[in-house]
């Protein structure tokens, strides 16, 4: 069974789909990816454990870099819950906040 893809709300999808051409391409073969042989199976440098539950997609381009956090819930199905792109070298503490914030509400809707 193949992975699947769920956005946390139409407003995260949203604002992947505006990220620069490079980025969103590049973000869209990850996630194929990750569809496809789930986010071990992918790993570095693309997926990043945080702990707890939570990871990233790690992005890379000539536009910048972008960042979309995710946690998985049953019947392997990814959840992705916020997206940025990066401004400067340390993740922004409240990207993570809120990440784990929509983490606990997924996680106890589940």
């Known amino acids: 069974m193949r992975w699947k893809i769920e956005f946390y709300d139409v407003k995260v999808m949203k604002s992947i789909d505006r990220w620069p051409v490079h980025l969103g391409t590049k973000f869209t073969r990850i996630v194929d990816l990750i569809e496809e042989f789930g986010p071990d199976g ?4 693309h997926i990043k454990a945080l702990g707890q ?12 870099i972008g960042r979309a956090f ?9 959840i992705i819950l ?5 401004k400067t070298q340390k993740t922004p503490q409240n990207e993570i ?5 929509r983490m606990k509400e997924v996680k106890d809707n589940e």
């Open 53 to 64: 539950g939570l990871f990233e997609i790690r992005v890379k381009a000539t536009e910048g």
């Open 82 to 86: 916020n997206e940025f792109i990066k």
């Open 42 to 45: 992918v790993g570095m440098p």
């Open 70 to 78: 995710f946690c998985t819930i049953k019947g392997k199905v990814i």
């Open 97 to 101: 906040d809120l990440a784990k914030k």
